[in-house]
């Protein structure tokens, strides 16, 4: 190998020294199975960990999760352990959903707010065992966690590096689990949390995921990172795996039409310009909002904002055409502005070209028309097209598979 | 809204009892101590020896407490009024300071005017500040038109102060007392004891930013230092008096264990014996910590207010020193007129500076500062015949402590009297008994969180409508039905009463037309 090519060797990061931030960006630990895999060699950085953009080409990872399966590297999600007497309680106040009708063994979708009632992110709570809580979340709040605590007999333990986390979405997910030798886990109803032994070690799944289709999710101690990909894609290698990375993955949570932080909504804690935030009932999620409760971080904001009404509405919009609508401005029919796209895609699924959109409330009900401004190139042409949109109910991609159980074997 | 709890019987609970109960409001006052007064009392320390326990000199009495409340009548006196402050010297040639002039210590004249124009402009910037008390604090960014107004006239008043005082208000204003006095002044001894009007009670030194705002809030009474006959509980006496005249039901060793909801909603609060009183409204003269913490408990309270609420900077530095003496002491140069006066160790500004860095580091000063009073000279009631009672305010005295108080406070002690013996050569003979507080004393026996008596550092940070945190500075809280009503709250420590007042106000406010945002 000549001097040109060689490349500085990148080593597993030891965070037994907490000096790991020290390095910027670290390799996870499928670090030494995903590099080879990654011809492309684009590499992103979530949470400072090397996350790959795409392996090969994201149209055919995105086809992989919604026609065979797809594996997506989780380990930069920040994981926090909560325990303690008043693990429920400081839930509780922290979120704005009943978080005591998640039971062991279960998980739930929550956002979290600040006390103006904005919307700091949104993530998983996995109820482990009986008052045992894993959060699961795109950004870092440790602070904001460790604030909560005050008054309450809790413990959070940042356990990022401690959990390898693997996505496995698609159609033949659970096949090749079972594949892999995973007694029962065609019984494991949408939420549901497992633990398995496996190679001498617990492997714990929940069926979750990010891609509104059948899928699960794989947490396991990171010394058995590298055997668990390799059993996962030996299983898997006549039922079409494939390793996906981050590109692939937006395509198909938008197809789900799932919201994320610093497209469909700014953290509240990283926001400048206060108006800039969103409430959770600007987002479309006052279905996780439970009054009922006496407190929780945000309720008095928001039940005056819900008396007074929001600023804002989250919607799906079923555009018209095939040129997605990324960024663009929505205008009412008589092109009077009303908001802007958050994100958009062609959704070869759905055969249609469809975004999600924030407008100016009080617009945004179901079967509402709107104009959305489309700026494309053919050649480096440039045109724009006034093109119609229609806000939808439902889900752009509904696949009746993911709810089923047991699967069906494909 | 009719029937409120007030936690509390200082000075401030008493007040706001008083003119809740004048307003016809059927008030229950629980206080856990077996006297009333919190920290504004008159106790005996050892047999037949009676002194302040908290503060010993009267500065700052909110004059419409006083007239409204009628406390003359209700039993209000004073053995001694506008005390001068006599600076001590080692070698006996002490600086006397009044009002009016500066007397001994060979001062010059250029200090001697100097010093006119200082209590010129002072008294000014003071009366600023002082408009300030006896006003809910306005909320910013609403257009409530009394706010707007309180802003209004916050910001007239300090237009008023003319072209030249103004742009010397803005400019001294948050800036430390070191360059002041520097600026100002040649003669140590004049700097060092007028340092102190920006340091005592506080987590400062004189060259610390916003000590000359605490000097100025210190002064912002405008009024002559002053003793109560009886000590510092003639005040609280008399302010229960009233509050007892108009209705008020005042009960000791009555020690609240918590405040509990009904939903979202104050319903009432629990006693130490289990004892549940409902009310409509629960007001809080307790500090703005032990309140929303220790009674209302954080997990009732939304996360961002309860980390406002932990950020409060209110760690005390201030001990107290109380002797009973078996005869006059004698100081050196000082008759026993002068001996009555306001006696400060501050021999000059570098020693009270000094005497803080030790605080920075978990440290008590090695030569502390201190004011001294022998309120026994003007008050026979306070000391059997022939003997005395001194108080002294002694700093730095950090709450936190590298080696803890347990082990340090009998060498603190003893250092202290050491100090004193410069000055008193023979006063440890005289010694009958004597009893240090220590900022952890002072949480045990009076309950103030950190043992701050301002319930908070008293920095601009922490004042008007910063004071105890935004959310709360209206004497309102983020709980409907909860209220304070302490030192915490604006305008802060030091005997004044117009926190109390001002919340009645509020409460009332809250009462009449509801709550507005």
Known sequence: MSELNKRETIRPIDFSTKKHYLTKVFPGPFYSRQEPLNVLKEWGRWADYLSPAAYTCSSMEYFAGRSTCAVFDLTPMTKYRISGTDALPYLNRLMTREVGKIKAGRVGYCVWCTDAGQVIDDGTIFHLREGEYRLCSQERHLDWLMTNTIGFDVTVTDETHEVAGLALQGPTSCATLKDMGLAGIENMKPFGIGHFEFEGTELTISRTGFTGDLGYELWIDPQYAEVLWDRLFEAGELRGIKPMGDEALSMLRIEAGFIQAHHEFMPAHETVRASHTRSPLELGLSWLVDFNKPNFNGRKALLAEKKRGHRYNLVKLDIDGNKPANDSFVFTTRKKFVGTVTSAMWSPSAKASIALASLEAPHGEPGEEFLVEIYYQRELKWSRVMVKARVISGVFYDPPRKRLTPPADF | ?517
């Open chain 2, 1 to 517: 809204m009719t029937n409120v709890i007030i936690i509390g019987a200082g000075h401030n609970g008493l007040t706001c009892a008083a003119y809740l109960a004048k307003e016809g409001k059927q008030v229950t006052v629980l206080e856990a101590a077996e006297q009333v007064g919190g920290a504004a009392i008159t106790r005996e320390f050892a047999p037949g020896f009676k002194v302040s326990a908290g503060a010993h000199l009267l500065y700052m009495l909110d004059k419409n407490v006083r007239k409204e409340l009628s406390l003359e009548s209700a039993g209000l006196s004073f053995s001694q009024l506008d005390m001068k402050t006599v600076a001590l010297a080692e070698d006996g040639n002490h600086l006397h300071i009044s009002g009016k002039a500066l007397q001994g210590a060979m001062i010059t004249t250029s200090d001697q005017s100097a010093y006119q124009e200082y209590k010129r402009f002072m008294t000014r910037f003071a009366g600023v500040i002082g408009g300030m008390h006896n006003r809910i604090p306005p909320r910013v960014g609403t257009r409530n038109f009394s706010d707007l107004l309180t802003l209004a006239k916050t910001a007239l008043n300090v237009r008023m102060l003319g072209k030249d005082d103004m742009r010397e208000f803005l400019r001294v204003g948050g800036i430390n007392i070191y360059d002041i006095l520097q600026e100002n002044f040649e003669h140590p001894l004049l700097k060092g004891a007028l340092s102190l009007d920006g340091i005592l009670g506080t987590n400062l030194g004189p060259r610390s930013n916003n000590s000359m705002f605490t000097a100025l809030h210190r002064l912002s009474g405008l009024q002559g230092m002053a003793m109560p006959k009886g000590g510092m509980g003639a005040v609280s006496d008399a302010l229960a008096t009233a509050a007892r005249k108009h209705g008020a039901n005042i009960r000791t060793s009555a020690e609240v264990a918590n405040i509990y909801m009904d939903g979202d909603q104050v319903a009432g609060v629990e006693l130490q014996d289990g004892e549940k009183i409902t009310a409509d409204a629960v007001i809080s003269s307790a500090d703005p910590r032990t309140t929303f913490f220790n009674l209302l408990g954080a997990r009732n309270l939304e996360a961002g207010f309860v980390r406002k609420i932990s950020n409060i900077r209110m760690r005390g530095n201030t001990a107290k020193l109380h002797l009973a003496l078996d005869g006059l002491p004698e100081f050196n140069g000082l008759d026993k007129n002068q001996l009555g006066e306001r006696l400060v160790i501050a021999p000059d500004i570098e020693y009270v500076e000094r005497a803080f860095n030790h605080a920075k580091y978990e440290e008590h000063s090695v030569k502390p500062v201190a004011e001294i009073t022998i309120p026994s000279l003007h008050d026979d009631s306070l000391a059997p015949a022939g003997k005395h009672v001194l108080s002294a305010v002694v700093q730095y005295a950090p709450y936190h402590l590298k080696q803890g108080w347990d082990t340090e406070k009998a060498g603190f002690t003893d250092l202290v009297i050491d100090t004193l013996e410069q000055y008193a050569p023979a006063i440890r003979q005289q010694i009958v008994h004597q009893e240090m507080l220590t900022p952890v004393d002072i949480e045990r026996e009076f309950r103030i969180s950190g043992g701050h008596w301002h319930h908070g550092e008293l920095a601009m940070d922490q004042f008007l409508m910063l004071r105890p945190v935004p959310g709360s500075a209206q004497y309102q809280s983020p709980v409907d039905g909860l209220f304070l009503c302490g030192a915490g709250s604006h305008p802060g420590g030091g005997v004044m009463g117009s926190a109390g007042r001002n919340a009645a106000n509020a409460v009332l406010k809250a009462t009449t037309r509801g709550r507005d945002s």
